[in-house]
Nanobody, 120 residues
Framework: QVQLVESGGGLVQAGGSLRLSCAASGSIFSVNDMAWYRQAPGKQRELVARITSGGNTNYADSVKGRFTISRDNAKNTVYLQMNSLKPEDTAVYYC??????????????WGQGTQVTVSS
């Protein structure tokens, strides 16, 4: 009923920047928290950044000062601006969102993931 479609991943050199986007579509009444997670090979999925519908944000310590999460509520879209990228940022990045659907039930949805590779 709800789809999250990510874009913007790719290969970048250390110190470079990338911007990820994730658009939610479908039977949406409202989109609540939106977040980015990442999973590196052999590691558990971890929270990178989260933003509430009101714009409050929180970040993993490892990305503070380098990544910025933002959202466009009119477009049901969340962004992750990633600057000063490091090889350890290499991972599959997943969009995550709590969505109130038109039946007024809240569900958590995941995107399909987008690969970010940072070369040294």
């Amino acid at each position: 009923q709800v789809q999250l479609v990510e874009s913007g991943g790719g290969l970048v050199q250390a110190g470079g920047s990338l911007r990820l986007s994730c658009a939610a579509s479908g039977s949406i009444f409202s989109v609540n928290d939106m977040a980015w997670y990442r999973q590196a090979p052999g590691k558990q999925r971890e929270l990178v950044a989260r933003i509430t519908s009101g714009g409050n944000t929180n970040y993993a310590d490892s990305v503070k000062g380098r990544f910025t999460i933002s959202r466009d509520n009119a477009k049901n879209t969340v962004y992750l601006q990633m600057n000063s990228l490091k090889p350890e940022d290499t991972a599959v990045y997943y969009c995550n969102s709590k969505v109130l659907i038109k039946t007024l039930m809240e569900y958590v949805y995941w995107g399909q993931g987008t690969q970010v590779t940072v070369s040294s």
